[in-house]
């Protein structure tokens, strides 16, 4: 059955962390930043676009004061991952706020002019503790889609947030998986901006492998939650993409 939300308004995937995304019904290309509150610290994770910022930040105001945001999460450098960024940084206001990102998006986000200190995930062991203890991992995720590209892990919640894989673009959405046709939308989505299954399906095992996962925040598409996880990963794992594509 599927739920019914009111997407004008930031929605509660767990108790500490919220969505704070754009339904776009025009595009139909669903952007999902996410907002992890916790104790001394806030983290921010894909703050958008330019053109989606004044309803994410909106929504982040709805839920926290932004001054209080101590990190923003920059998963990989695409406009629409972090085209806001400067401007994200400017209303926060912050002289403590530090990026998060690998060194490969680094180097690419820091022509958008940013004033904040850089937090290289791959000179910190791909982790990051808060102040209460709570860490975050990070896996590097090379070329999905981008050189810099990761995914977070929340050991707390056991929450992955994946960044563009189990993204999704379709005219029919919802933020949750539950009665609809997600993977049609992942199908399409993947297919054009992943580069090879040859590239996806070890990232993907080495996830399995790696975390024990109770849910999935991708950057686009929907949330995956019990049995929706497995059946994603298994989609994907098989799935044919970018080169694969043209070489059949």
Not at 157 to 166: M, N, R, V
Request: charge should be negative; include cysteine.
């Amino acid at each position: 059955m599927r739920r019914e939300l009111d997407y004008h308004d930031p929605i509660a995937v767990t108790r500490d962390i919220f969505w704070t995304g754009f339904y776009d019904e025009v595009t139909k290309f669903h952007c999902n930043p996410y907002i992890l509150i916790d104790d001394q610290d806030v983290v921010l994770f894909d703050p958008g676009s330019i053109p989606d910022f004044p309803e994410i930040m909106r929504k982040v105001i709805d839920v926290i004061q932004p001054h209080e945001i101590t990190y923003v999460v920059a998963h990989h450098q695409d406009p629409d991952v972090c085209g806001n960024l400067a401007v994200t940084e400017d209303v926060i206001d912050r002289s403590e706020l530090k990026i998060v990102a690998h060194g490969n998006t680094v180097r690419l986000i820091n022509h958008l002019g940013l004033t904040s200190e850089f937090y290289h995930v791959d000179k910190h062991d791909h982790k990051l503790t808060l102040k209460s203890g709570r860490q975050l991992e990070f896996m590097y995720t090379p070329y999905l889609h981008s050189p810099g590209a990761m995914v977070t892990y929340d050991v707390k919640t056991k929450t992955l947030f994946s960044s563009d894989i189990f993204g999704g673009v379709s005219a029919e959405w919802a933020l949750f998986a539950d009665d609809w046709d997600y993977l049609k939308g992942m199908k399409a989505f993947h297919q054009v901006y992943m580069p090879s299954n040859a590239i996806l399906k070890p990232a993907l095992e080495k996830m399995q492998s790696r975390w024990e996962i109770d849910r999935i925040l991708p950057q686009h598409g929907c949330v995956l939650e019990g049995e929706h996880i497995n059946i994603a990963f298994d989609f994907l794992k098989q799935l044919p993409c970018g080169v694969d594509l043209d070489e059949s």
